[in-house]
């Protein structure tokens, strides 16, 4: 079974300085990867997917990701904070076949500081 | 261009009442699925269909129903309303088998509480 990890549920950056959002996956298989962005009062919204074509995904607002294999990892950053960036981030991981059932991490509220 | 729409938004009910809420997409997507999301749990699957007629359970099936009887519409039935089904229930729809490299569109919610 495949499961994420989110570290820190409240990360909090000055506006201009680097966000880094940690996910760490669990899959016995090459796994499907996606992070989503949740503004206040709204459904997830695709930031950006991996799916092995390129192990540095570049997603929309500037974020990016790059997949580690040897750490199982999935970080998401952007070299500078916007203020429009405050919102929850969750990571998901899927793995091929059957329903192909998406795993959520906990999810990282993001607090921009001006 | 619609996407996934989510009726009714905000709702309070009473302890014991039924109530239905609504999910609707208009892209044609076979596979859709009803998530409740609580503070630090992130989201988890109530219950999912791969198509018309055909439903399963997810992670947390207690105390809701669904059917799917055509592929545009996914209604979440609580049968008797508990305070621990205070939530916010996000549907979802994707394209369907083969393609596990889409991601899921989401619609915007419906806030319940129960009193």
């Known amino acids: 079974a495949q499961s994420v990890t989110q570290l820190g549920s409240h990360v909090s950056v000055s506006e201009g300085a680097l966000v880094l959002l940690r996910c760490n996956y669990s899959?016995?298989?090459?796994?499907?990867l996606f992070w989503y962005v949740q503004y206040p009062n709204q459904g997830l919204q695709l930031l950006l997917k991996?799916?092995?074509?390129?192990?540095l995904v570049k997603g929309i607002n500037g974020f990016e990701a790059e997949f580690k294999k040897s750490e199982t990892s999935f970080h998401l950053t952007k070299p500078s904070a916007h203020m429009s960036d405050a919102a929850e981030y969750f990571c998901?991981?899927?793995?091929?076949?059957?329903?192909?059932?998406?795993?959520f991490g906990t999810g990282t509220k993001l607090q921009v500081i001006p | 261009n619609a996407g996934v729409t989510q009726t009714p938004k905000f709702q309070v009910l009473k302890t014991g009442q039924s109530m239905t809420l609504q999910c609707a997409q208009d892209?044609?997507?076979?596979?859709m699925s009803w998530y409740r999301q609580d503070p630090g749990m992130g989201l988890r699957l109530i219950h999912y269909?791969?198509?018309?007629?055909?439903?399963d359970q997810g992670e947390v099936p207690n105390g809701y129903n669904v059917s799917r009887s055509t592929t545009e519409d996914f209604p979440l039935r609580l049968l008797s309303a508990a305070p621990s089904q205070t939530s916010v229930y996000f549907c979802?729809?994707?394209?369907?088998?083969?393609?596990?490299?889409?991601?899921?569109?989401f619609g915007d919610g419906t806030r319940l509480s129960i009193l």
């Open positions: 991996y799916t092995s074509a390129a192990t």
């Open positions: 892209m044609n997507h076979e596979y």
């Open positions: 998901a991981v899927r793995i091929s076949g059957g329903y192909q059932k998406v795993t």
């Open positions: 899959s016995s298989v090459p796994p499907y």
């Open positions: 269909s791969v198509g018309a007629g055909i439903t």
């Open positions: 979802a729809s994707r394209p369907g088998q083969g393609t596990p490299n889409q991601p899921q569109h």
